[in-house]
T-cell receptor, first 114, second 114 residues
Framework: AQSVSQHNHHVILSEAASLELGCNYSYGGTVNLFWYVQYPGQHLQLLLKYFSGDPLVKGIKGFEAEFIKSKFSFNLRKPSVQWSDTAEYFCAVNFNSGYSTLTFGKGTMLLVSP | KAGVTQTPRYLIKTRGQQVTLSCSPISGHRSVSWYQQTPGQGLQFLFEYFSETQRNKGNFPGRFSGRQFSNSRSEMNVSTLELGDSALYLC?????????????FGPGTRLTVT
């Protein structure tokens, strides 16, 4: 079955530390890839997406992600986190481009201490 | 442009009852998807509607159903509620069915089954 896995369920960082959140999916075909963020008390919003072209994509608030097809990975990075980045981060994959359906990872809760 | 709206925001029901949740997509969006979010299972896809037709369905029992109206508004219904149906139900809209398009999420309906 097609699945998405996120490596870390909880991450605690100090402000200014670098962030990398791992995401892997199980499927050898063409996929569309997304990272969503859910800030406390807010609804899910898109950080960035990849569907073709340059495998390094940049999103909002200084986030970026790299698609490595050979590793079935789409890791999220930020060079220097801020307290306001405290949130839950979800990797999502669209396995069938005929639909909008997303398969989500279990999420990573990031806590940034000031 | 107004975002995705969901009503009601909170709901408490008793086991065995049924419930109907409503979703209004962003104006001009024709695809509406529903997801269930729980602490244990994360975000799981329920179904997707486009042009009043169910186009894709997740792995949920037949107690979960939905529909879409000609104005793209959607409802989902859960009959014979079970304690395990307690969750945050999220609606997402997208301009089309195409998988490379972003899905915009609403704030969700928090359902508690007692």
């Amino acid at each position: 079955a097609q699945s998405v896995s996120q490596h870390n369920h909880h991450v605690i960082l100090s402000e200014a530390a670098s962030l990398e959140l791992g995401c892997n999916y199980s499927y050898g075909g063409t996929v569309n890839l997304f990272w969503y963020v859910q800030y406390p008390g807010q609804h899910l919003q898109l950080l960035l997406k990849y569907f073709s072209g340059d495998p390094l994509v940049k999103g909002i608030k200084g986030f970026e992600a790299e698609f490595i097809k050979s590793k079935f990975s789409f890791n999220l990075r930020k060079p220097s986190v801020q307290w306001s980045d405290t949130a839950e981060y979800f990797c999502a994959v669209n396995f069938n481009s005929g639909y909008s359906t997303l398969t989500f990872g279990k999420g990573t809760m990031l806590l940034v201490s000031p | 442009k107004a975002g995705v709206t969901q009503t009601p925001r909170y709901l408490i029901k008793t086991r065995g009852q049924q419930v109907t949740l409503s979703c209004s997509p962003i104006s001009g969006h024709r695809s509406v998807s529903w997801y269930q979010q729980t602490p244990g299972q994360g975000l799981q896809f329920l179904f997707e509607y486009f042009s009043e037709t169910q186009r894709n369905k997740g792995n949920f029992p037949g107690r979960f159903s939905g529909r879409q109206f000609s104005n793209s508004r959607s409802e989902m219904n859960v009959s014979t509620l079970e304690l395990g149906d307690s969750a945050l139900y999220l609606c997402a809209s997208s301009p089309t069915l195409a998988g490379g398009r972003e899905q915009y999420f609403g704030p969700g309906t928090r359902l508690t089954v007692t």
